[in-house]
């Protein structure tokens, strides 16, 4: 597709539930992370793949969260357990590559936890 | 630790006057520095970044930025603002070779007045 696509791009669970974030990158983007926009942390930086590396998972505020890509292409963040504070704006960016390649951003899954 | 500041929660200008976003930075090397902008509904659009070389850097829709080392600055201006300028405005931080694992401020939005 021409951008980053997410899906779904609000989800409303109830707290305790599994919920799973879906990241669509830029065709031919290597570079994928994962960001987390919430009203008092402002926005984090949670996961992050590069190729086939493994991932930089140092983001990631608790055991609860968990992320995987799949081909190298679609990225999968999942929330176990989910809380209330786990309700924010669920960012996806891909970029052609890790260090110097500007990010583009997706336009978010708005996840509320009830 | 690296850190980002960006001490005005909230500036509102006048359409046609001049704006500077302040940012303040904290990291030990050489960082790598970033303007995004967020739209209302809208994915995060990069503005212009700083890697190095020329200290006074152009981005897109007539902004620019100065790297100030002396004073740890980032500092985000255009002369003559827009109706459509109107938007938030993210300083963001990330370690040499790590350019997309940014570190954010807490963000600046801006309101523009007719």
């Known amino acids: 597709g021409a951008g980053v696509s997410q899906s779904p791009s609000n989800k409303v669970t109830e707290k305790g539930k599994d919920v799973e974030l879906r990241c669509d990158p830029i065709?031919?983007?290597?570079?994928l992370y994962w960001y987390r926009q919430s009203l008092g942390q402002g926005l984090e930086f949670l996961i992050y793949?590069?190729?086939?590396?493994?991932?930089?998972k140092s983001g990631l505020p608790s055991d609860r969260f968990s992320a995987e890509r799949t081909g190298g292409s679609v990225s999968t963040l999942t929330i176990q357990r989910t809380q209330q504070e786990d309700s924010a704006v669920y960012l996806c960016?891909?970029?052609?590559?890790?260090?110097?390649?500007?990010?583009?951003f997706g336009s978010g899954t708005q996840l509320s936890v009830l | 630790a690296q850190s980002v500041t960006q001490p005005d929660i909230h500036i509102t200008v006048s359409e046609g006057a001049s704006l500077e976003l302040r940012c303040n930075y904290s990291?030990?090397?050489?960082?790598?520095l970033f303007w995004y902008v967020q739209s209302p509904g809208q994915g995060l659009q990069l503005l212009l970044k700083?890697?190095?070389?020329?200290?006074l850097v152009q981005g897109i829709k007539g902004f620019e930025a100065e790297f100030k080392r002396s004073q740890s600055s980032f500092n985000l201006r255009k002369p003559s603002v827009h109706w459509s300028d109107a938007a938030e405005y993210f300083c963001?931080?990330?370690?040499?070779?790590?350019?997309?694992?940014?570190?954010f401020g807490q963000g600046t939005e801006l309101s523009v007045k007719p």
């Open positions: 990291y030990g090397a050489t960082p790598y």
């Open positions: 065709s031919g983007h290597t570079a």
């Open positions: 960016a891909s970029s052609l590559a890790g260090s110097e390649e500007k990010l583009f």
């Open positions: 700083y890697f190095s070389g020329d200290t």
């Open positions: 793949f590069q190729g086939n590396s493994a991932p930089d």
């Open positions: 963001a931080v990330a370690a040499y070779n790590q350019g997309g694992k940014l570190i």
